[in-house]
């Protein structure tokens, strides 16, 4: 039922504000009644105590009159008040006094005013009787009407509580209750599922991500979902049921204020059946009191204003009622459209709830599927198992038959078997005695072995190392044998003129366990080389001299030796050869050692050394001693037949000390400047000769031995593409080239063993014919770069000396005679010229004199020293 439905609430409450309203009427029409009757009743009690103060003359008429009015008044009971003057003018006495006749006649007149109230109040009486017939029947009308409206009231407050259960407050309660309990339920099925679902997978464990499982984390994410929408709904309907809470409540207000309303209507109603008894009795009061009527006409006349104005009051109290009743009208209605907006949630809740519910029973009905499923699943896979079972067990019922044959075979073999265990037992208690017996029996007889492993080991070593030796010696001897060109490697420490970063990283690498193994990194790939020795960055002038001076001492004993240095520009050779003043180099060394040599064997030979200094520039010879270093020499055949070459004119000063050498070198750099604007440039540009030459004179034996030491610092290989090279400088790197491709020529032919060697073809092999032709020991110094950026020419520098090494040039032969007392007696003699300061010059062309500083060293030198021609 709705508010606005006919005989609902709003039309009760419609009948209610009228009836209030006719109440107020009749009351408002009661009260003016009341008070025009109490006015009336007191004017006329006024009149009768005006009457009663009256003279005693006149007490008899006022008895008379009153007796008279009381007959009337009786007579008017009897007669019904229609004739009470007539009557009354017909008394005895009366026409008699024209007083009392006067007051006869306003007597009559006053009862026929009375009669005419009494007919009045008779009326009214009957009015007030049909009233209240009327008021009564209204009453208990009313009264039905409250009896019906609280009927009514409580039907309304069951249909409000069956509204507010039906805007959702139950039954969505109800329903959300419901859902828990299917949430629970599917809650408990789930974890059953899931119970079951691990049983199976451990019965299967293969089963990790079969689709069941998805299947489930899928239902599980619905079942979330559904969770959380169930959560929503919850919230919604704990915000309706607050919603519907308060609109209970304004109810519960409208309620008690209509429950007041009606409380103040029964008041009302009481009040004004009391007023009606009063009234009643006031009229009951006004009959018993009739002669009073004279005086009321005036009084009701003056009161009837007052009544007016408590009229307007009544009315102006209508007026506000009826406002309050408007304004009570307006809240109605908007609790009307404010449960009509319930009512629309209410239904759109509901629509939501079934549609949840059909989610619920779609998800429920899937989740009753898959689990349909994967209990046909799980059956299928329990019978699979079980037959498998079976089968297993029927297999192991026949092994278990087996086994028990063979139980009852190995019975024996058990016992065998137990008394072996026993022994074994006993074995291995006895065992950890056994064991430390043994082991020290052990330790001793490993510390015994070890012992002599150890003086087998030192004892190899010590064997290796002589074998070693004796293979060097061999080697060396069969090298000399041979005849072969010695080659050793000396690689220079990375310095300032290889620059920073990964062009100066070093590429060579050494073998810890052969000092003649070298290893080049060239382009990603390791080549190695074997030399006969290679020195290290770190190995001294000191190291490098060790190695040579056996090589250099065999020229004192009549053997031509050649020491020279090859190698690419700025590979060190100068280092080598000459060293610097602080740490010189090999040439230096070779004549302090030839000194104290031959000062050792003073007692029985006489040695006479003799030094030259050349160079080879441009393929031009040049004598670095000579007065004129500029002219170019030449290289010959000795006239005395012997097949040896020498240099005519070539100036050779014999040394005897340190400072003679100093002196010869110092000469030799000087004449080796002046020929050139850049010394350090030049140097590398020409091939650098000191010739040491040893003769000796044994006096015992007469035997005379000429040993010729050659030590050559070559210039620096160098591709003249790479080093860009143009004008002179291309001349020079043309001219060297052409001289050390002559060498590799030579090499090659040697090695080959070719009938002609081209010596002839430079300057260079020409000089070094002798020490290239198996009539000298040779020594090549092969001087490379370790810095990255030159390895290619490091790799070509190392392929030469390894063909150089390969070269057998056939035994050398030692240069001696045996001379005639004369010839002992003429090198004795020179050796006394060679003390004397005297010069000897060989050619016309050392008769120019030198010019300022070379020229008072050449003095120098020429008093220390002679000039003689040298053969090469
Ligand atoms: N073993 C070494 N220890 C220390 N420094 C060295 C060594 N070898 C060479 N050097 C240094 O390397 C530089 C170049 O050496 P050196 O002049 O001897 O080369 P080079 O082969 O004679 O060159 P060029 O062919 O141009 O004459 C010099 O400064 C030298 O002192």
């Known amino acids: 039922m709705n508010w606005s439905d006919p005989g609902g609430p709003h039309d009760l409450y419609l009948t209610l504000l009228d009836l209030q309203d006719k109440v107020c009427e009749y009351r408002s029409w009661v009260r003016n009644k009341e008070t ?3 006015l009336h009743t007191r004017s006329e009690t006024q009149k009768l105590g005006t009457q009663k103060k009256l003279g005693p003359g006149s007490a008899s008429n006022f008895d008379t009159a009153a007796q008279g009015q009381e007959a009337c008044i009786m007579n008017i009971e009897k007669t019904g008040g229609r004739f009470f003057s007539g009557k009354c003018s017909s008394l005895p006495g009366v026409r008699q006094f024209p007083m009392i006749q006067k007051m006869v006649e306003s007597m009559a007149q006053l009862q026929e005013e009375k009669l005419r109230l009494q007919e009045e109040l008779l009326a009214l009486q009957g009015k007030l009787s049909a009233q209240e017939n009327e008021e009564l029947t209204v009453s208990v009308q009313l009264q039905d009407q409250i009896g019906n409206l609280k009927d009514k009231l409580l039907a ?23 859902l828990v309990t299917e949430n629970e339920r599917l809650k408990q099925e789930m974890k059953s599922c899931e119970t079951e679902l691990l049983e199976l997978r451990k019965q299967h464990v293969k089963c990790v991500d079969c ?25 919604r309907l704990s915000e309706l049921d607050l919603e519907v809470q308060q609109k209970t409540n304004r109810l519960a207000e409208v309620e008690l204020r209509l429950k007041d309303s009606l409380a103040e209507k029964a008041e009302e109603e009481e009040r004004l059946s009391r007023r009606l008894r009063d009234s009643q009795e006031t009229i009951a009061s006004l009959k018993a009191q009739p002669q009073q009527i004279k005086c009321i006409i005036k009084t009701v006349e003056v009161e009837s204003s007052k009544a007016k104005q408590a009229l307007c009051e009544a009315q102006s109290r209508n007026q506000y009622l009826q406002e309050q009743v408007g304004m009570q009208k307006q809240v109605l209605k908007e609790m009307e459209q404010q449960l009509q907006n319930s009512h629309k949630t209410a239904a759109q809740l509901r629509a939501q709830i079934m549609l949840y519910e059909s989610e619920l029973e779609q998800a429920h009905g899937q989740m009753l599927e898959e689990m349909q499923k994967m209990e046909d699943e799980k059956n299928q896979a329990i019978e699979e198992a079980f037959a498998r079972a079976q089968v297993e067990m029927k297999a192991v019922h026949e092994n278990l038959a087996g086994v028990r044959t063979n139980l009852l075979t190995l019975q024996p073999a058990l016992r065998t078997l137990t008394n072996d265990y026993n022994s074994l037992k006993r074995q291995v208690r006895d065992f950890p005695l056994l064991l430390q017996e043994t082991l020290c029996n052990a330790k001793t007889e490993i510390g015994q072995a070890i012992e002599e492993v150890n003086n087998t080991n030192r004892e190899l070593l010590r064997k290796y190392r002589r074998e070693l030796q004796l293979r060097k010696k061999c080697h060396n001897e069969l090298v000399r044998l041979k005849g072969n060109i010695r080659v050793f490697g000396r690689v220079r420490p990375v310095n300032k003129e290889d620059g920073e970063g990964p062009e100066a990283v070093n590429q060579v690498t050494f073998d810890p366990d052969d000092d003649a193994i070298l290893h080049l990194m060239h382009k990603g790939k390791l080549v190695s080389f074997e030399l006969d020795k290679v020195f290290p960055p770190h190995a001294t002038q000191e190291d490098v001299f060790q190695e040579v001076q056996a090589l250099i001492t065999s020229c004192i004993d009549g053997y031509n030796v050649c020491i020279f240095a090859y190698g690419q520009t700025g590979a060190g050779k100068t280092y080598t050869m000459e060293g610097t003043p602080e740490n010189p180099g090999i040439n230096q060394r070779a004549l302090q050692l030839l000194f104290s040599e031959v000062r050792g064997k003073a007692s029985d030979w006489n040695y006479v050394i003799s030094v030259s200094v050349a160079e080879i520039y441009n393929e031009a010879l040049r004598d670095l001693l000579g007065k004129e270093p500029q002219e170019k020499l030449d290289i010959k055949l000795c006239p005395d037949g012997s097949g040896q070459l020498y240099v005519p004119g070539l100036t050779e000063f014999q040394v005897q000390s340190v400072e003679d050498i100093n002196k010869v070198f110092e ?10 604007t850049n010394l350090n440039e030049h140097s590398s540009r020409s091939h650098a000769l000191l010739i040491i030459t040893v003769r000796g004179f044994d006096y015992s ?11 050559v610092d070559l210039a620096g290989s160098e591709r003249v593409g790479r080093s860009g090279a143009e004008g002179n400088r291309l001349r020079e790197a043309q001219y060297i080239n052409k001289s050390l491709s002559a060498l590799g020529d030579v090499i090659y032919a040697l090695r080959s063993r070719q009938g002609h060697v081209p010596f002839r073809n430079s300057k260079l092999t020409y000089l070094l014919q002798d020490s290239l032709s198996g009539d000298s020991k040779t020594l090549m110094m092969v001087q490379v770069s370790p810095a990255e950026k030159n390895t290619s020419e490091t790799l070509c520098s190392l392929k030469f000396a390894e063909r150089v090494r390969s070269v057998e040039l056939g035994p050398v032969s030692r240069k001696a005679e045996l001379m005639s007392w004369s010839s002992q007696e003429q090198l004795e003699s020179e050796s006394s010229v060679a003390a004397s300061p005297s010069i000897r010059t060989h050619s016309s062309s050392n ?8 020229s008072s060293l050449r003095r120098k030198l020429q008093t220390s020293g002679k000039l003689r021609p040298v053969p090469v």
């Open 36 to 38: 025009h009757m109490q």
């Open 156 to 178: 309304q407050t069951q249909e409000i509580n069956r509204f507010h259960s039906g805007l959702g407050g139950t039954d969505l309660e109800k329903h959300r209750d419901l």
């Open 211 to 235: 689709e069941h499982v998805q299947e489930n984390a899928r239902l599980q994410e619905r079942l979330a979902q559904l969770q959380l929408e169930v959560e929503e709904a919850k919230g």
């Open 667 to 676: 000469f030799g750099h000087i004449n080796r400047a002046t020929e050139c």
């Open 701 to 711: 034996t007469g035997l005379r031995t000429t040993g010729k030491l050659n030590l």
């Open 847 to 854: 008769s120019g004199a030198p010019t300022g500083r070379a």
